[in-house]
């Protein structure tokens, strides 16, 4: 299993760009998510998903669109890029429900490093 | 709202010593704890889970402690190594949250380096 995969690695983009970051997992989980992680700061959910065809806003989802038309694939869209979406984006997932202790437990990608100027 | 603390932000200390990085949350209704290890321009890597039912996990040279009625959760990292030096972060899983019913609110990190 290549786990939990995202696309691109990095990306500048000028203010007023707009962009999609891809996520795809081949874990058949149901529950995906997108954070950010500013400088220094800790991770904040942007929007997330449990299950095909359904999303809902996190803490911080504001500039930020996502859809889930199928369970591998879970894009963040960025319509118009602003200086304050400068981050490292992360996506997860994880199972409905595990045997054992590793219930609920969250796998994370690599990350997107995006520069907006 | 959930808020995550953890102390130190950072630290430095020789290769051998066994250390203890410590995690706070302010609202005990959780339904899990987990330990991040963060590699600079990597991605997080889960080193432990507890369950809010449980009081520690062990992996290897790493324990875990939750105290859900005080906030509180230690990773204990023993016989440290230079390749366990990397940013490790605290993260709850809420029962109730504003911001999104089923995601993870962090700390900020415990920056951690282990000098050879």
């Known amino acids: 299993n290549a786990g939990v995969t995202q696309t691109p690695k990095f990306r500048i983009l000028k203010i007023g760009q707009s962009m999609t970051l891809q996520c795809t997992q081949d874990?058949?989980?149901?529950?995906m998510y997108w954070y950010r992680q500013d400088p220094g700061m800790g991770l904040k959910l942007i929007y997330y998903s449990v299950g095909a065809g359904i999303t809902d806003k996190g803490e911080v989802p504001n500039g930020y669109n996502v859809s889930r038309s199928t369970t591998e694939d879970f894009p963040l869209r960025l319509e118009l890029a602003a200086p304050s979406q400068t981050s490292v984006y992360f996506c997860a997932s994880r199972p409905l429900r595990d045997r054992g202790l590793s219930s609920y437990e969250q796998y994370f990608g690599p990350g997107t490093r995006l520069t907006v100027t | 709202k959930q808020e995550v603390t953890q102390i130190p932000a950072a630290l430095s200390v020789p290769e051998g010593e066994n250390l203890v990085l410590n995690c706070s949350f302010t609202d005990s209704a959780i339904y899990n704890l987990q330990w991040f290890r963060q590699d600079p321009g990597k991605g997080l890597t889960s080193l432990l889970l507890?369950?809010?039912?449980?009081r520690e996990q062990t992996s290897g040279r790493l324990n875990a402690s939750l105290d859900k009625s005080s906030g509180r959760s230690t990773l204990y990292i023993a016989a440290s190594q230079p390749g366990d030096s990397a940013t490790y972060l605290c993260?709850?899983?809420?029962?109730?949250?504003?911001?999104?019913?089923?995601?993870?609110?962090f700390g900020k990190g415990t920056h951690l380096i282990i000098q050879p």
């Open positions: 993260a709850v899983r809420p029962k109730y949250s504003g911001g999104g019913a089923d995601g993870l609110t």
């Open positions: 507890i369950q809010s039912s449980q």
């Open positions: 874990m058949n989980h149901n529950y």
